[in-house]
Protein backbone atom coordinates (compact mmCIF):
# COMPACT_ATOMS: atom_id res chain seq x y z
CA UNK A 1 0.00 0.00 0.00
CA UNK A 2 1.29 3.64 -0.83
CA UNK A 3 2.17 6.15 2.07
CA UNK A 4 3.28 9.66 2.15
CA UNK A 5 5.24 11.44 4.46
CA UNK A 6 5.54 15.28 4.88
CA UNK A 7 8.07 15.93 7.63
CA UNK A 8 7.71 19.53 8.32
CA UNK A 9 4.89 20.19 10.11
CA UNK A 10 5.38 24.10 10.01
CA UNK A 11 7.58 26.03 7.63
CA UNK A 12 8.37 29.64 8.14
CA UNK A 13 10.04 32.03 5.23
CA UNK A 14 10.42 35.55 3.95
CA UNK A 15 8.73 37.09 1.45
CA UNK A 16 11.34 36.72 -1.23
CA UNK A 17 13.00 34.03 -0.22
CA UNK A 18 12.79 30.10 -1.99
CA UNK A 19 11.07 27.59 -0.89
CA UNK A 20 10.83 23.92 -0.54
CA UNK A 21 8.77 21.39 0.68
CA UNK A 22 9.29 17.95 1.42
CA UNK A 23 7.33 15.20 0.37
CA UNK A 24 8.41 11.23 0.83
CA UNK A 25 6.18 8.78 -0.67
CA UNK A 26 6.35 4.76 -0.24
CA UNK A 27 5.32 2.88 -3.43
CA UNK A 28 6.99 -0.07 -4.79
CA UNK A 29 6.28 0.94 -9.28
CA UNK A 30 5.84 4.21 -10.52
CA UNK A 31 3.56 5.94 -8.51
CA UNK A 32 1.14 9.35 -9.62
CA UNK A 33 2.31 12.02 -7.82
CA UNK A 34 0.17 15.47 -6.82
CA UNK A 35 0.36 18.76 -4.87
CA UNK A 36 -2.35 20.73 -3.47
CA UNK A 37 -2.35 23.90 -1.37
CA UNK A 38 -5.47 25.03 0.48
CA UNK A 39 -5.79 28.63 1.81
CA UNK A 40 -7.49 29.29 4.92
CA UNK A 41 -11.04 28.54 5.17
CA UNK A 42 -11.22 27.16 1.60
CA UNK A 43 -11.33 23.61 -0.73
CA UNK A 44 -7.73 22.16 -1.78
CA UNK A 45 -6.22 23.53 -4.92
CA UNK A 46 -4.09 21.41 -6.98
CA UNK A 47 -0.79 22.67 -7.95
CA UNK A 48 0.88 20.24 -10.34
CA UNK A 49 0.93 16.56 -11.25
CA UNK A 50 3.53 14.04 -12.31
CA UNK A 51 2.30 11.16 -13.96
CA UNK A 52 5.74 10.11 -15.95
CA UNK A 53 7.62 11.88 -18.60
CA UNK A 54 9.90 14.99 -17.52
CA UNK A 55 10.79 14.51 -14.10
CA UNK A 56 10.67 18.58 -13.15
CA UNK A 57 7.06 19.37 -13.08
CA UNK A 58 5.95 22.86 -13.65
CA UNK A 59 2.53 23.91 -12.07
CA UNK A 60 0.32 26.95 -11.26
CA UNK A 61 1.44 30.02 -9.24
CA UNK A 62 5.02 29.81 -10.29
CA UNK A 63 5.56 26.65 -8.18
CA UNK A 64 7.25 23.15 -9.55
CA UNK A 65 8.58 19.68 -7.92
CA UNK A 66 11.15 17.27 -8.85
CA UNK A 67 10.54 13.26 -8.88
CA UNK A 68 13.00 11.64 -7.43
CA UNK A 69 12.96 7.71 -7.56
CA UNK A 70 16.35 7.41 -5.95
CA UNK A 71 14.76 9.55 -3.39
CA UNK A 72 11.29 8.42 -3.50
CA UNK A 73 10.64 12.11 -3.20
CA UNK A 74 8.30 14.53 -5.30
CA UNK A 75 9.34 18.05 -3.12
CA UNK A 76 7.87 21.55 -3.95
CA UNK A 77 9.60 24.24 -4.87
CA UNK A 78 9.00 28.11 -5.48
CA UNK A 79 12.06 30.69 -5.68
CA UNK A 80 10.76 33.82 -4.36
CA UNK A 81 7.56 33.45 -2.03
CA UNK A 82 5.06 35.84 -1.90
CA UNK A 83 2.84 36.88 1.03
CA UNK A 84 -0.45 35.04 -0.52
CA UNK A 85 1.46 31.49 -0.92
CA UNK A 86 0.51 31.42 2.96
CA UNK A 87 -1.34 28.39 3.22
CA UNK A 88 -1.18 24.15 3.74
CA UNK A 89 0.26 22.46 1.31
CA UNK A 90 -0.46 18.54 0.97
CA UNK A 91 1.15 16.35 -1.07
CA UNK A 92 -0.42 13.10 -2.24
CA UNK A 93 -0.05 9.70 -3.71
CA UNK A 94 -1.74 7.39 -6.11
CA UNK A 95 -1.18 4.09 -7.87
CA UNK A 96 -2.68 1.63 -10.54
CA UNK A 97 -2.70 -1.23 -8.56
CA UNK A 98 -4.07 -2.22 -4.60
CA UNK A 99 -5.99 1.06 -2.94
CA UNK A 100 -8.40 2.68 -5.08
CA UNK A 101 -8.10 6.09 -4.22
CA UNK A 102 -5.35 9.05 -3.19
CA UNK A 103 -3.17 8.66 -0.27
CA UNK A 104 -2.58 12.54 1.39
CA UNK A 105 0.12 13.39 3.64
CA UNK A 106 -0.38 15.07 6.65
CA UNK A 107 0.47 18.65 5.66
CA UNK A 108 2.98 21.48 5.88
CA UNK A 109 1.54 25.19 6.91
CA UNK A 110 3.56 28.11 5.32
CA UNK A 111 3.80 31.24 6.86
CA UNK A 112 5.18 34.17 5.34
CA UNK A 113 7.06 37.01 7.11
CA UNK A 114 7.46 40.62 5.50
CA UNK B 1 -15.43 26.09 -14.53
CA UNK B 2 -15.32 23.12 -12.81
CA UNK B 3 -17.58 23.13 -9.35
CA UNK B 4 -17.83 21.03 -6.35
CA UNK B 5 -20.62 22.73 -3.87
CA UNK B 6 -21.25 21.50 -0.61
CA UNK B 7 -24.56 22.61 0.89
CA UNK B 8 -23.17 24.21 3.96
CA UNK B 9 -19.99 26.28 5.54
CA UNK B 10 -20.81 25.74 9.00
CA UNK B 11 -23.25 23.24 10.34
CA UNK B 12 -23.35 22.74 14.00
CA UNK B 13 -25.73 19.90 15.47
CA UNK B 14 -26.31 17.42 18.55
CA UNK B 15 -25.51 14.74 19.77
CA UNK B 16 -27.65 11.51 18.73
CA UNK B 17 -29.17 13.58 15.64
CA UNK B 18 -29.04 12.24 12.80
CA UNK B 19 -26.60 14.11 10.00
CA UNK B 20 -26.69 14.61 6.34
CA UNK B 21 -23.84 16.55 4.50
CA UNK B 22 -24.80 17.01 0.51
CA UNK B 23 -22.27 17.15 -2.17
CA UNK B 24 -22.92 18.46 -5.64
CA UNK B 25 -20.44 18.41 -8.58
CA UNK B 26 -21.55 19.61 -11.90
CA UNK B 27 -17.87 18.26 -14.23
CA UNK B 28 -20.14 14.86 -14.97
CA UNK B 29 -17.93 12.41 -13.02
CA UNK B 30 -17.76 9.61 -12.52
CA UNK B 31 -15.67 9.57 -9.08
CA UNK B 32 -16.51 11.39 -5.60
CA UNK B 33 -15.16 11.20 -2.20
CA UNK B 34 -15.73 12.26 1.09
CA UNK B 35 -12.67 13.43 3.78
CA UNK B 36 -12.48 14.22 7.15
CA UNK B 37 -9.28 17.21 7.98
CA UNK B 38 -8.28 17.38 11.31
CA UNK B 39 -5.12 19.49 12.18
CA UNK B 40 -1.98 17.11 11.98
CA UNK B 41 -4.00 14.40 10.97
CA UNK B 42 -4.02 15.87 7.24
CA UNK B 43 -7.46 14.33 5.08
CA UNK B 44 -8.68 10.62 5.68
CA UNK B 45 -10.72 9.65 3.28
CA UNK B 46 -14.03 8.28 4.55
CA UNK B 47 -15.90 6.50 1.72
CA UNK B 48 -15.86 6.98 -2.11
CA UNK B 49 -18.07 6.36 -5.11
CA UNK B 50 -17.11 5.12 -8.51
CA UNK B 51 -20.83 4.95 -9.75
CA UNK B 52 -23.94 5.57 -9.36
CA UNK B 53 -25.44 3.27 -5.98
CA UNK B 54 -22.00 2.19 -5.48
CA UNK B 55 -19.92 3.08 -2.89
CA UNK B 56 -16.11 1.96 -1.21
CA UNK B 57 -14.84 2.21 2.48
CA UNK B 58 -11.88 4.25 3.19
CA UNK B 59 -9.51 4.29 5.50
CA UNK B 60 -12.61 5.84 8.48
CA UNK B 61 -16.20 4.56 7.30
CA UNK B 62 -17.33 3.91 11.58
CA UNK B 63 -19.93 6.07 12.09
CA UNK B 64 -20.48 7.00 8.31
CA UNK B 65 -23.05 5.99 5.63
CA UNK B 66 -23.11 7.30 2.37
CA UNK B 67 -25.47 7.73 -0.49
CA UNK B 68 -25.13 8.22 -4.43
CA UNK B 69 -28.37 7.91 -6.30
CA UNK B 70 -27.63 10.33 -8.81
CA UNK B 71 -24.06 11.02 -10.90
CA UNK B 72 -23.55 14.46 -9.69
CA UNK B 73 -24.30 14.32 -6.20
CA UNK B 74 -23.14 12.00 -2.80
CA UNK B 75 -24.29 12.44 0.18
CA UNK B 76 -22.64 11.44 3.45
CA UNK B 77 -24.89 10.73 6.59
CA UNK B 78 -24.00 10.68 10.37
CA UNK B 79 -26.56 7.90 11.81
CA UNK B 80 -26.20 8.64 15.10
CA UNK B 81 -23.56 12.22 15.84
CA UNK B 82 -21.24 12.10 18.14
CA UNK B 83 -18.71 14.73 19.02
CA UNK B 84 -15.49 13.30 18.02
CA UNK B 85 -17.15 13.60 14.57
CA UNK B 86 -16.41 17.33 14.99
CA UNK B 87 -14.34 17.89 11.84
CA UNK B 88 -13.64 19.96 8.93
CA UNK B 89 -15.33 17.71 6.03
CA UNK B 90 -13.97 17.68 2.49
CA UNK B 91 -15.83 16.59 -1.08
CA UNK B 92 -13.92 15.69 -3.88
CA UNK B 93 -14.53 14.59 -7.43
CA UNK B 94 -12.60 13.31 -10.49
CA UNK B 95 -13.31 11.83 -13.74
CA UNK B 96 -13.90 8.63 -15.21
CA UNK B 97 -10.62 6.37 -15.00
CA UNK B 98 -8.84 4.63 -11.90
CA UNK B 99 -9.62 6.95 -8.54
CA UNK B 100 -6.06 6.30 -7.86
CA UNK B 101 -4.55 8.77 -10.42
CA UNK B 102 -6.24 10.88 -11.46
CA UNK B 103 -6.34 14.76 -9.76
CA UNK B 104 -9.11 15.64 -7.31
CA UNK B 105 -11.44 18.74 -7.48
CA UNK B 106 -12.77 19.69 -3.93
CA UNK B 107 -15.18 22.03 -2.75
CA UNK B 108 -14.65 24.35 0.04
CA UNK B 109 -15.56 22.15 2.88
CA UNK B 110 -18.23 21.76 5.63
CA UNK B 111 -17.06 22.78 9.03
CA UNK B 112 -19.15 20.78 11.22
CA UNK B 113 -19.75 20.66 15.34
CA UNK B 114 -21.24 18.29 17.43
CA UNK B 115 -22.46 19.70 20.87
Known amino acids: AQSVTQPDIHITVSEGASLELRCNYS??????LFWYVQSPGQGLQLLLK??????LVQGIKGFEAEFKRSQSSFNLRKPSVHWSDAAEYFCAVGADTGRRALTFGSGTRLQVQP | DVKVTQSSRYLVKRTGEKVFLECVQD?????MFWYRQDPGLGLRLIYFSYDVKMKEKGDIPEGYSVSREKKERFSLILESASTNQTSMYLC??????????????FGDGTRLSIL
Open chain 2, 92 to 105: ASSPEGAASNQPQH
Open chain 1, 50 to 55: YFSGDT
Open chain 2, 27 to 31: MDHEN
Open chain 1, 27 to 32: YGATPY
